[in-house]
């Protein structure tokens, strides 16, 4: 089975640089070109697409599905922010500088939010109850956001929880693809975003904030 796994394309949660988790919101024009982007770069017939219940996760994998049937998982949607949605990035290192949901989201703490055991359970309920039941030869789409994409990688390759402090950002419709078969699971490509830089469509600044771990997160052992 090879999975291809995808942030979102870019939504108007994602301009203005606020920490945004439950609030929906729509691709911006920006969002639906990288889509149709990742759409030629990728050039799959998914077998299966399943999708977060998020507006801005629904229309990427509707881009991307062809005649796929999309199907919305809950377990894929965002890790809920609680008391950071909202807020920029500023405002976070000021009113809650304890908080790190990069480099330490392994044990971040957020009041009126999810921890980082949340999200893993949800991703580990979505392994067990819909991912073990496809196929051994098919390829699956999965459009999720950045913080849970983070921890259903960790969770599919078996990584200790701390391991995903170095698993860094994914730009929108970055994806990687993991490969499941019966001898072992293999991550063979991680944050794929050169259809991005060859048409300009990155996230701006994306070289200086998307790197969270000078270490190889792939080479960490479970």
Same mark, same amino acid.
């Given at each position: 089975?090879?999975?291809?796994?995808?942030?979102?394309? @870019? *939504?108007?949660?994602? %301009?203005?640089? #606020?920490?945004? !988790?439950?609030?929906?919101?729509? +691709?911006?024009?920006?969002?639906?070109?990288?889509?149709?982007?990742?759409?030629?770069?990728?050039?799959?017939?998914?077998?299966?697409?399943?999708?977060?219940?998020?507006?801005?996760?629904?229309?990427?994998?509707?881009?991307?599905?062809?005649?796929?049937?999309?199907?919305?998982?809950?377990?894929?949607?965002?890790?809920?922010?609680?008391?950071?949605?909202?807020?920029?990035?500023?405002?976070?290192?000021?009113?809650?500088?304890?908080?790190?949901?990069?480099?330490?989201?392994?044990?971040?703490?957020?009041?009126?939010? @999810? *921890?980082?055991?949340? %999200?893993?359970? #949800?991703?580990? !309920?979505?392994?067990?109850?819909? +991912?073990?039941?496809?196929?051994?030869?098919?390829?699956?789409?999965?459009?999720?956001?950045?913080?849970?994409?983070?921890?259903?990688?960790?969770?599919?390759?078996?990584?200790?929880?701390?391991?995903?402090?170095?698993?860094?950002?994914?730009?929108?419709?970055?994806?990687?693809?993991?490969?499941?078969?019966?001898?072992?699971?293999?991550?063979?490509?991680?944050?794929?975003?050169?259809?991005?830089?060859?048409?300009?469509?990155?996230?701006?600044?994306?070289?200086?904030?998307?790197?969270?771990?000078?270490?190889?997160?792939?080479?960490?052992?479970?």
């Amino acid at each position: 089975m090879q999975l291809y796994i995808m942030r979102h394309a @870019e *939504s108007l949660s994602n %301009v203005g640089g #606020r920490m945004i !988790s439950t609030t929906d919101m729509e +691709l911006t024009p920006k969002g639906v070109a990288q889509a149709e982007r990742a759409k030629q770069h990728i050039n799959k017939d998914f077998d299966f697409v399943f999708t977060s219940p998020l507006l801005r996760a629904r229309q990427t994998a509707e881009v991307l599905a062809n005649h796929a049937e999309i199907v919305v998982c809950n377990e894929l949607a965002e890790m809920n922010l609680g008391v950071l949605e909202g807020l920029t990035w500023e405002e976070v290192s000021q009113k809650y500088p304890q908080i790190d949901t990069g480099s330490a989201l392994s044990t971040a703490l957020i009041p009126q939010g @999810e *921890s980082f055991a949340c %999200v893993q359970n #949800r991703c580990r !309920s979505f392994i067990v109850n819909t +991912l073990s039941g496809l196929s051994a030869d098919a390829c699956v789409l999965i459009v999720t956001h950045g913080i849970t994409k983070r921890v259903l990688i960790n969770s599919l390759l078996d990584k200790l929880p701390e391991h995903v402090d170095h698993l860094s950002w994914c730009d929108n419709t970055s994806y990687s693809i993991i490969e499941i078969s019966s001898e072992n699971t293999r991550l063979l490509h991680l944050n794929e975003r050169q259809h991005l830089v060859e048409h300009g469509l990155g996230a701006e600044n994306f070289h200086i904030w998307g790197q969270l771990s000078d270490e190889d997160y792939a080479g960490l052992g479970g």
